[in-house]
């Protein structure tokens, strides 16, 4: 059973910054895959980037050389680093782990305005 838990997301202007972050609680070198996906209302949850136990990196088209996926072993963290954000990235993001399944955080609410 892996429990995640997601921090840093708040109100930030268009063309801001913000950084997410989502403490595991187990050790991330047992998880195989992690990543942050989002849902904004009405919308399914779609994928935002995934890092894997070997660092191998995958983003979807609309963050690629905005958001920056990366890990820290030692602290059982990954982190979501988000620059020139567009309204249109508000959404609930949540932290996720797969290792045999997914498992999901509570998400964390990020609103970026106009």
């Known amino acids: 059973q892996v429990q995640l838990v997601e921090s840093g997301g708040g109100l930030v202007q268009a063309g801001g910054s913000m950084s997410l972050s989502c403490v595991s609680s187990e050790t991330i070198f047992m998880i195989n895959v992690m990543g942050w996906y989002r849902q904004a209302p009405g919308k399914s949850r779609e994928l935002v980037a995934t890092?894997?136990?070997?660092?191998?990196?995958n983003y979807a088209g609309s963050v690629k050389d905005r958001f920056t996926i990366s890990r820290d072993n030692a602290k059982n963290t990954v982190f979501l680093q988000m620059n020139s954000l567009k309204p249109e990235d508000s959404a609930v993001y949540y932290c996720?782990?797969?290792?045999?399944?997914?498992?999901w955080g509570q998400g964390t609410q990020v609103t970026v305005s106009s």
């Open positions: 890092i894997t136990s070997t660092g191998n990196t």
């Open positions: 996720m782990a797969r290792r045999v399944r997914d498992y």
